[in-house]
């Protein structure tokens, strides 16, 4: 797949006509970042909405300089008026939201013996009650307009578990399960809930793993496809779901590990 990242990297011929608007959560960097990248390849209008405003206006730069249309919005997704006040101006600025891919997220390591409440506290602010946030604002919305798709990303550790993160795993279930009921509130209005759990993704959540090549190692040989992965591998998964590809699909958790979570 290496082609793909490359292309991503140097886009030269972004053919999208959709006018749709997405808005990507956590959108500065990573997952987000490529997920970005890959709905301003197919013509979204893309509203990158990160705590980071930077690497965000990066992003909007990188799909600009491509032809693509993108705007940033500091948002905090843990506070409510924070999101509010994003949603309430994309919707001011481009009339309707589509698509939302709610990424944002914190990672504090650590368990029972470790983890304190106040890094507790802020991993359910941010990765869970941020969740919830995004998706009541751009719900209404969508309700509206009697249309619209959401993809929540969860991880493999909110199925499967992982040690030394209690409150990052508590936060990757409960985002699945809180979608899992949206996904049945929302289903009369016409709007699709869905969830990816991704495995283990090379971004800067990871990089002190994965930079260290005995461990880099390690980790690729146990996963059945034999490396970590791309974030646009888990991009073009979250996009496919955001399309009629995908429009039977509603409350499914679509898991993108490379295998891991198949591995006896
Ligand atoms: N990297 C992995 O191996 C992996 C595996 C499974 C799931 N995930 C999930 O993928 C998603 C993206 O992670 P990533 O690896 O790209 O990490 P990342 O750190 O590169 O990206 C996270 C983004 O969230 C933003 N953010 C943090 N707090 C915020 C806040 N309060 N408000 C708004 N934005 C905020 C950050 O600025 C950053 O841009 C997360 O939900 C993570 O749990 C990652």
């Known amino acids: 797949m290496e082609w ?7 886009p030269t011929e972004w053919s999208g006509n959709s006018m749709d608007t997405v808005i990507v959560t956590g959108g500065s960097h990573g997952i987000g970042r490529a997920t ?30 491509a032809g693509g249309s993108a705007d940033f919005w500091q948002t905090d997704v843990g506070n409510a008026e924070s999101v509010r006040d994003a949603v309430e101006g994309i919707l001011g600025r481009w009339g309707s939201i589509e698509a939302l891919v709610s990424n944002a997220a914190i990672i504090n390591r650590g368990g029972l013996e470790t983890l304190t409440l106040e890094e507790w506290d802020e991993q359910v602010r941010v990765n869970l009650t941020g969740s919830f946030l995004v998706s009541r604002e751009v719900a209404a919305h969508m309700i509206e307009a009697h249309k619209g798709a959401i993809v929540h990303v969860s991880s493999i550790t909110g199925t499967h578990g992982g040690a030394n993160g209690a409150g990052y795993v508590a936060t990757k279930g409960g985002i699945l399960a809180m979608g899992m009921s949206i996904a049945l509130d929302l289903a009369p209005h016409g709007v699709r809930v869905n969830a990816v759990a991704p495995g283990t993704v090379s971004t800067r959540l990871t990089r002190e793993k994965l930079s ?13 496809l034999g490396r970590a992965a791309e974030p646009e591998d888990i991009a073009d998964v979250i996009h496919f779901l955001c399309t009629d590809d995908a429009r039977y699909m509603t409350g499914s958790v679509v898991t993108v590990d490379g295998g891991i979570t198949a591995s006896p």
Request: a negative charge; proline letters at 4%; aromatic letters at 6%.
């Open 4 to 10: 793909r990242t490359e292309e991503y990297a140097n």
């Open 36 to 65: 970005c990248v890959r709905f301003a390849r197919e013509g979204y209008h893309v509203a990158v909405m990160d705590i980071e405003e930077d690497a965000g206006q990066d992003v909007v730069r990188e799909i600009e300089e």
């Open 212 to 224: 260290e090549p005995a461990r880099a190692s390690q980790i690729a040989a146990g996963i059945p």
